[in-house]
């Protein structure tokens, strides 16, 4: 634990006196709320201090799972939609939180966020595939062949060739989609190359993370042991 006054000096905000008149005017927060109070320990590795909402070093690493209600586009900012970030808890803002890939404004679930560049990157890399699992609705019903499709790697109306991917029925009309890339529109686009619109689409599963109980439009932090289990995917 850290005085917070030392680690507004050592981070070079100002001397001891500047960094006091700082903290008097109300322009540092911890975790989001106003600190005035110089005296005040903290945690510089899990907390988050930010000057005039800017955050400094020594920033807590946060992932955070949202699930995704349709409306909302996968954006930092945007001057005509809302934003998945005006869906997360006013803590979390002041985070240089990013969406970790994206799901189209009509899609739902799991959407990840972070403040990891490295992790970001990682798990956005076509080279580490991680899965990613779907629940569509869909005109017309799949069938042998287009599963043997997805398997082979599909192409798209648009000459674009798809990784490998696994297409399970669960009824007519209902399918689970699981691809290891993030191409625009994928899923929409892979089902149309078959001949299946694609009505609803939910993300359920990235890697060895799901939903669970998680309510549409909640949030919740990753815990140390499921961010080191994304790490190893
Ligand atoms: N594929 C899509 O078509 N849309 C999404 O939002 C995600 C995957």
Known sequence: MERLDKFLCDSGVGTRSQVKLILKAGRVTVDGAVVRDNSLKLDPQRQTVCLDGR???????????LNKPAGYITATED?????????????????????????????????LFTNDGDLLHRLISPKKEVPKVYYARHEGAATDEDIEAFAGGLT????????PA????????????TVCE???????????????HVEYLE??????????????G????????????????
Request: charged share 30%.
């Open 166 to 177: 696994k297409l399970e029925p669960l009824g007519p009309g209902e399918s689970l989609i």
């Open 203 to 216: 993300r359920r599963q990235e890697g060895s993370l799901t939903l669970g109980a998680l309510a549409r």
């Open 79 to 111: 001057p005509k939609d809302p934003t998945v970030m005006e869906l997360l808890p006013a803590e979390y803002r002041a985070m240089d939180l990013k969406p970790v890939g994206r799901l189209d404004k009509a899609t739902e679930g799991l959407l």
């Open 182 to 196: 993030g191409k625009y529109h994928q899923v929409r686009r892979m089902m149309a190359a078959r001949g299946m």
């Open 218 to 233: 909640a949030v919740r932090e990753l815990t140390a042991d499921e961010i080191a289990a994304l790490e190893r995917e």
């Open 156 to 163: 798209l109306r648009d000459e674009t060739v798809c990784l």
């Open 55 to 65: 955050s400094l070093g020594g920033k807590r690493r946060v992932v955070l799972l």
